[in-house]
């Protein structure tokens, strides 16, 4: 099994910054994309941001030049930036990995248990 555990959320005012962070462990043989999605209460399961196995990044348009994501390749981590938060930013943020396990060869996308951000006016 796979798990991914994130850490890094919290309260902050709008203008601030959050930094989260999702490490990946378990039955692990290959990791993919890895990334960010965040579900406001009543809205939908959105994503992020993402990043590739080669580095590339990719973000929604609502936080593009806000938030920025990288990733440790040894250390199965993905990481979040979060700069300029605002209210519309709150909600809670699920990392995601595209990973390839022991034994079954294939691949699936595991999900973090979710970190609340909440951003205060």
Not at 38 to 60: F, K, M
């Amino acid at each position: 099994q796979v798990e991914l555990v994130e850490t890094g959320g919290g309260l902050v005012q709008g203008g601030g910054s959050l930094r989260l962070s999702c490490a990946a462990s378990g039955n692990i043989r290959s990791v993919n994309t890895m990334g960010w999605y965040r579900q406001a209460p009543g809205n939908e399961r959105v994503l992020v941001a993402r990043v590739t196995g080669d580095g590339t990044t990719n973000y929604a348009d609502s936080v593009k030049g806000r938030f920025t994501g990288s990733r440790d390749n040894a250390r199965n981590m993905v990481f979040l930036q979060m700069n300029s938060l605002s209210p519309e930013d709150t909600a809670v943020y699920f990392c995601y990995a595209l990973v390839q396990s022991y034994g079954t060869g294939g691949w699936r996308q595991y999900w973090g248990q979710g970190t609340q951000v909440t951003v205060s006016s």
